[in-house]
């Protein structure tokens, strides 16, 4: 089915469930759950399906798609993520989507798949970077988490570096899936810069489950030698 059109309708939205609906893979669907705690009314769907209707749904008018788009099932979410990611806003635009999102971010799989997809990042980095700093000091350990797993992607970066690994220290949160996304954001910035994290590692103020989480994260990458892997192991907590 071709979902791109000029005008969404609550019947074309029926339409489209339905669709979906007809993929539903019960095995990949109760699969699926047991990966990603908090995901309910899961239907099935495989990403490759998602991205593809995404895309198609993306490349006509995404303001009447966005204001049918219901929460009944796990899909919908993340297949107005994918929408979002592909969805050709200006920085402003970007940013009111991304809030118009976060209340359906309630597991890792919407967070991290949302983010993924949010490559316009690249354009806007400046405002783009602003605008994270605001979900970083955000009591919502979801709006943190997509903050963390957005500069991850986005800003391990010469020139944003130094501020990454500052914002990452800064944040002190006893929320299982926010201290998982800065120990994997530490690693990342551990494989792009090495020296500069492994200073940072010296003078961490991260509490020690997280600490020592990021080394344990970056013991496991297979750009990281013995030799590393052996010094890194000497300072956990």
Not at 36 to 60: F, H, S
Not at 69 to 79: A, I, T
Request: glycine content about 4%; hydrophobic content about 35%.
């Amino acid at each position: 089915m071709n979902f791109t059109t000029d005008n969404w309708t609550k019947q074309k939205y029926a339409e489209l469930i339905d669709y979906l609906k007809s993929l539903a893979d019960e095995k990949y669907r109760d699969f699926h759950k047991s990966l990603t705690p908090g995901a309910t009314d899961v239907l099935g769907i495989r990403m490759p399906v998602l991205r593809t209707v995404g895309k198609e749904i993306a490349k006509g008018d995404t303001a009447s798609y966005y204001a049918c788009c219901g929460n009944d099932f796990y899909e919908e979410s993340m297949l107005m993520g994918i929408v979002i990611g592909n969805d050709k806003t200006d920085a402003n635009g970007l940013t009111e989507l991304i809030n118009s999102f976060l209340p359906r971010v309630n597991n890792w799989a919407v967070c991290d798949c949302f983010c993924t997809g949010l490559k316009r990042c690249k354009k806007y980095k400046e405002e783009m970077f602003d605008y994270i700093d605001k979900l970083l000091n955000s009591d919502n350990e979801w709006h943190i988490r997509v903050g963390l797993v957005l500069m991850l992607n986005y800003f391990v970066l010469p020139d944003y570096i130094d501020e990454v690994l500052r914002r990452c220290d800064a944040i002190h949160s006893t929320s299982y899936y926010v201290y998982m996304a800065q120990a994997w954001l530490v690693s990342v910035c551990y494989i792009k810069f090495k020296e500069k994290t492994l200073s940072y590692l010296h003078n961490s103020t991260l509490n020690t489950v997280t600490y020592n989480k990021a080394i344990q994260k970056i013991r496991e990458s297979l750009r990281v030698s013995k030799e590393e892997k052996d010094y890194l192991n000497t300072l956990k907590k």
